[in-house]
């Protein structure tokens, strides 16, 4: 059985010197992306049937045996219907393109989800598409968005995603496109067989030029920093935040929340990259932050973007107490530890922070650097659920049915 203290990989961690106070990052933030944009983002989200905040759950065996002092687990995997936290950002830059789109069309006021919905402008809706590059979570959410909305939707993945991820994606109404080439390559064909066939990119990465849509998804997401804020109306309130990250528009937006809200007593914020593809943490100094070629498959497929995103940088840059790049050989192991100590079957992502934490508290200089004690609390999030059940039966040895 595999303990927390053998559990398998490494953890890198590089503190952040040009750290900035809560003061100094609001002006910062509002030049990435207004708090009223967020609002108007959050007014719409939960307006949604679907919509439900994710849960906070306790991992009291883990917290006993890291020897922190509380530690949560923000659990985004059993968010319906997409399983993972898009299903508050793509949609909504669904919703937003849409809205658009028809105004520009038709020269009426823009509609509200609910007429899109229940069919007022069904057949100029039915003639437009979204797409977008993607690993396999965004990607189904955009399926859903469409088949919600009565649009359509072609998505194109590296030919490195397991077949179980592609399957899920055609099963959700998706015209799928495998592509060789690392994510950005992919995320360059769809752009290209977009400007061709006048598709509308719905991606979280600004490459095409379009940065508003970016920002309306970021808006999106940033209701999962919201729902945290809500969870701890009083005080105490958590020390560290854990956050999975891959371009980092769910990190800006739910450390921009975390800040937003608590000001100075904001925790310390740790986004959580995967080794293979850990931008942030080899952007030191930098303006822009590194590109990097990931060809081969990344078992925490939804961090393998290559880069994080140029809109979201100069917010993580000054606003991160440090810079984690997680290796993957742990996830397999980790997968199962969670299942035995806490009853919990989740995604292969969201073991970025899990490891992470487990890491960082057994480590006594990583503890020391990261603040870590018997007093902490601790939030790490978790960003998907099993969303490749056979993946999760192959790496832990686990049957699901
Ligand atoms: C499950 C999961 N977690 C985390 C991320 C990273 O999110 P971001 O690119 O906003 O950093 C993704 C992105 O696709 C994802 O699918």
Same mark, same amino acid.
């Given at each position: ?105 038709? &020269? ?111 808006? &999106? ?65 930098? $303006? ?59 995604? $292969? ?53």
């Amino acid at each position: 059985m595999t303990t927390a203290k053998s559990l398998g990989g490494r953890l890198a961690y590089r503190p952040n010197l040009e750290r900035a106070d809560a003061q100094q990052l609001l002006p910062i933030f509002d030049s990435i992306l207004p708090q009223s944009s967020v609002d108007a983002a959050a007014e719409e989200i939960r307006s949604w049937e679907a919509y439900e905040a994710s849960p906070l759950i306790p991992l009291d065996q883990l917290c006993h045996e890291l020897d922190l002092g509380r530690l949560w687990l923000k659990h985004e995997g059993d968010r319906q219907p997409t399983k993972s936290y898009k299903m508050l950002g793509t949609p909504y830059g669904v919703y937003r393109y849409l809205a658009q789109e028809i105004h520009r069309r038709t &020269g009426l006021p823009e509609p509200s989800s609910k007429d899109i919905i229940d069919g007022g402008f069904r057949d100029l809706v039915a003639g437009l598409t979204v797409a977008s590059a993607t690993d396999g979570n965004h990607g189904f959410a955009l399926a859903w968005s469409a088949k919600h909305f009565g649009c359509r939707a072609v998505v194109f993945v590296p030919s490195w995603v397991s077949p179980g991820r592609i399957q899920r994606l055609k099963q959700a109404g998706a015209q799928v496109e495998v592509v060789d080439g690392d994510y950005l390559a992919v995320d360059k064909v769809a752009a290209d067989a977009a400007a061709q066939e006048n598709w509308k990119i719905v991606s979280a990465l600004a490459s095409t030029g379009d940065t508003e849509t970016p920002l309306d998804i970021m808006a &999106g997401y940033s209701l999962v920093g919201r729902e945290l804020v809500e969870a701890f109306p009083g005080t105490p309130k958590p020390t560290h935040v854990f956050v999975p990250c891959g371009a980092g528009i769910l990190a800006i937006g739910v450390c921009m929340e975390l800040v937003r809200a608590w000001g100075k007593q904001a925790p310390d914020f740790f986004p959580v990259e995967a080794e293979p593809t850990a931008s942030m943490f080899r952007s030191k100094g930098l $303006e822009s932050p590194v590109v990097l070629q990931v060809d081969d498959e990344v078992v925490m497929g939804g961090l393998a973007c290559g880069s994080t995103s140029f809109q979201t940088w100069p917010g993580l840059r000054y606003a991160s107490t440090g810079f984690s790049s997680v290796s993957e050989d742990g996830v397999a192991d980790a997968l199962s530890l969670l299942k035995e100590k806490e009853g919990i079957i989740t995604g $292969e992502t969201t073991m970025s922070t899990v490891m992470t934490i487990i890491h960082a508290a057994h480590d006594p200089a990583t503890r020391r650097l990261m603040g870590l004690d018997q007093s902490s609390r601790v939030v790490i999030v978790g960003t998907e659920g099993v969303v490749d059940p056979e993946r999760y039966e192959v790496l832990t040895g686990i049957g699901l049915s």
